[in-house]
């Protein structure tokens, strides 16, 4: 395993020092994560990316690939309402072949779930993760914002039916699906290929098509080892059988959601350039962008300098809990693969981990080896 170099002391102390300000409450989180658990909600997407381990027995496990997940399963086992957690430890995950980035790591960060303001706490979080990349030395870090919300209010401004609507917004950050919605090729003509489990699930919500497959599973006795989750399967049964039903973009649709993903600007022009392309339903997303405004503005007032913000109206990133604003710090020296802090809102997480009341949840790391200027990973 890959290590990374270690930072002298006190970079390390000035990379950590504005985390200490954020008013959060240390934890730490077990190294040795549930296998499946991280899979269902990380996406099989992950699972290359994972160092899985197997003991004797017991469910398959794997190192934390980072401490979103951990963290949010502790506050939830802790009953607390709202809290707000630092942790500072290592991470794991496997890098890809042809690169020598480093895949045990150093993160430091917090993760708030709480009810108060949300574009307001959106605006903290960003400006705190910019705080611990700068404290690092870098001058060359800029601030890169994404949001996937913004990706949905801007499907429904285009009164698509339900399921092509629904189809669509799950293509974000999947780009062999987004391509083939744009191309027309996703919703097969015929229909000898449809599947009958997938009719019969297609009407329920995933979750619910999930715990399905496992009764029948556990019905007939199967035992699955390795492979797919039920999740997972359940995802791709529901999908192949809404693409029968739900039709295809027109060419005019499919060259707005190009004109959006192609949106990436300073964030006021980039806002200007999608409110034009908004449809006919457009209420939704206009709330979006003046929320987007405010946030902006909250995370100038907290520090993070305008002038090196850019909002991506494409930017995704791996991990499939994201389901609001998303951000990396990256250096235009380490590249778009070593991003030196990132974060973002994951408002149905918890819930998914079996919460039964919702606050807001939102999060954000700091790498400091990368974000050491004299030298890093
Ligand atoms: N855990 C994410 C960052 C994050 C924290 N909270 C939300 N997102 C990462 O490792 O990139």
Redesign the pocket.
């Known amino acids: 395993m890959r290590l990374e170099r270690s930072i002298p002391a006190e970079a390390l102390d000035a990379i950590r020092a504005p985390f200490l300000l954020a008013g959060a409450a240390p934890v730490d989180a077990p190294v040795l994560q549930p296998l499946g658990l991280l899979l269902d909600l990380a996406g099989e997407a992950m699972r290359s990316r994972l160092f899985v381990v197997s003991g004797d027995g017991g469910d398959e496990a794997c190192l934390r ?5 951990a963290v949010a399963r502790q506050h939830l086992t802790s009953g607390a309402r709202a809290g707000r957690y630092l942790y500072e430890g290592k ?1 794991f995950r496997v890098a890809p072949r042809s690169s020598d980035r480093a895949e045990e790591f150093l ?1 430091i ?3 708030a779930f709480e009810a108060a303001d949300p574009v307001a706490a959106d605006a903290e ?1 960003a400006a705190l993760a910019w705080a611990g990349a700068a404290a690092g030395g870098r001058d060359d870090l800029t601030l890169l914002l994404g949001d996937v919300g913004l990706f949905a209010a801007f499907v429904d401004s285009l009164d698509l039916t339900p399921p092509l609507g629904a189809r669509l917004k799950r293509t974000f950050s999947r780009p062999r699906q987004l391509k083939a919605e744009l191309e027309g090729d996703a919703a097969p003509v015929a229909t000898t290929e449809r599947s009958r489990i997938a009719a019969l699930l297609a009407g329920l919500p995933e979750a619910e098509a999930a715990a399905v497959l496992q009764e029948l599973w556990s019905l007939a006795g199967i035992e699955p080892v390795g492979g797919r989750r039920p999740a997972e399967i359940a995802h791709r049964l529901v999908e192949k059988a809404e693409v029968v039903r739900a039709g295809r973009l027109s060419q005019a649709e499919a060259d707005k959601v190009r004109a959006f993903l192609a949106v990436s600007d300073a964030p006021d022009a980039a806002l200007d350039a999608i409110a034009a392309l908004a449809g006919p339903n457009r209420a939704p997303l206009d709330v979006a962008i003046e929320g987007w405004r405010r946030r902006l503005a909250g995370m100038i007032a907290g520090g993070v300098p305008a002038e090196r913000l850019v909002l991506n109206a494409a930017f995704g ?1 791996a ?1 499939g ?2 389901d609001g604003y ?1 951000f ?1 710090v990256r250096s235009a020296a380490l590249g778009e693969e070593r ?1 030196v ?6 408002d149905g997480l918890p819930a998914r981990l079996g919460a039964e009341t919702t606050t807001g ?5 700091v790498r400091p080896a990368r974000a050491y200027a004299g030298g890093g990973e």
């Open positions: 690939p980072d401490f979103t997940v991470a993160q960060g917090v993760e979080i990133r991990f809990y994201y998303l990396e991003p802090a990132a974060g973002g809102r994951y949840a939102v999060g954000c790391m």
